[in-house]
């Protein structure tokens, strides 16, 4: 049976459902969480409309970026992967190239609106996330490019706002968000060849030893605990058991908790409890949507 005829035998819940895992909308809780982060360190503590818009931006750019790279990697996943929704024919491709466009379209609308630096921020943003999808299987700097792509919701959101804050904190917590993702987007391109080195286990830590340093207040000391923990907890999937692909899902909710230690340490207390919201709904919803 061909794609196309997969595609029309394929029933709407189907269909819906190819889209949701092409999307990869399980992970979407922590880029409102990155957003809700980048606000407080402009010194928008307490959610508001704007803030709202910027998710609803970044949350269109992310969905856009996770067509994109699925029509890019369509080939190899042709051979690898034939259950995702592009080569299973779920979903057309011709459909997720009018999804990217659209997604990214949108999005940059709604920042126009937000303001003339979010925008530029946003378009940045886009560039940055269709390098890392039109080359990523060979680029050995593909971590540093992802980092990238989600240290720019940071400084996107924190261009959303006319501040008078000096964005003091932006700098190290986008700098320990990059090596975050750094350590988990190097293990993630190990997941079919088999991980040797540590250093990205190092890397995984970077938020810890920051916010450490930063002489935390006790009652923020068990977010400290639940991060650090839950870092030890996915590297021995890594290390020990090889269950790199389960590692990655959860490595991936905790960008969540990468949040909440800087939204602590922004003294948004509301915004931490967002957060772990976001980490518990990510990890939620991987249940029913992989998040790789």
């Known amino acids: 049976m061909s ?3 997969r595609k029309l035998s394929s029933s709407p819940w189907q269909q819906l459902q190819g889209y949701l895992t092409l999307a990869r909308i399980s992970n979407s809780p922590t880029i ?15 959610p508001d409309r704007t803030t ?9 750019f992310y969905t856009a970026g996770m067509f994109l790279n699925d029509l890019c990697d369509y080939e190899i996943d042709c ?7 592009l080569p299973s024919g779920t979903v057309s491709r011709s459909a997720a190239a009018v999804a990217v466009a659209v997604l ?26 269709c390098a890392y999808d039109v080359w990523h299987k060979t680029n050995p700097l593909s971590p540093l490019v992802m980092a990238t792509a989600r240290l720019l919701v940071y400084v996107t959101a924190f261009c959303a706002f006319q501040t008078q804050v000096a964005g003091t904190l932006l700098i190290p917590a986008s700098v320990v968000l990059a090596l975050y993702l750094v350590g988990l987007t190097y293990i993630a391109k190990t997941e079919r060849l088999g991980l040797t080195s540590y250093w990205p286990a190092a890397a995984l830590f970077a938020p810890s030893i920051w916010f450490a ?3 935390p207040e006790a009652t923020m000391l068990p977010l400290l605990a639940l991060f650090t923990g839950w870092v030890v907890y996915c590297i ?6 090889r269950d790199i692909g389960g590692a990655i899902g959860r490595l991936i909710a905790g960008i969540a908790l990468v949040d909440g230690l800087a939204l602590a340490g922004a003294g ?20 029913y949507i992989k998040g790789t």
Do not use: C, K
């Open 32 to 46: 409102a969480s990155n957003v809700l982060t980048g606000a407080a360190l402009a010194g928008v503590l307490v």
């Open 104 to 129: 990214f379209s949108l999005g940059s609308l709604i920042l126009w609106f937000v303001g003339l630096a979010a925008f530029v921020s946003g378009l940045a943003l886009i560039a940055v996330i």
């Open 79 to 85: 051979q690898e992967r034939p259950e995702r929704p």
């Open 268 to 287: 948004a207390p509301s915004g931490v409890l967002l957060a772990l919201v976001a980490f518990g709904a990510t990890l939620f919803l991987q249940r």
């Open 236 to 241: 021995t999937l890594v290390y020990n058991t």
């Open 52 to 60: 709202g818009l910027v998710v609803v931006a970044m949350v269109l």
């Open 3 to 5: 794609s196309t005829d």
């Open 213 to 215: 340093l930063q002489g």
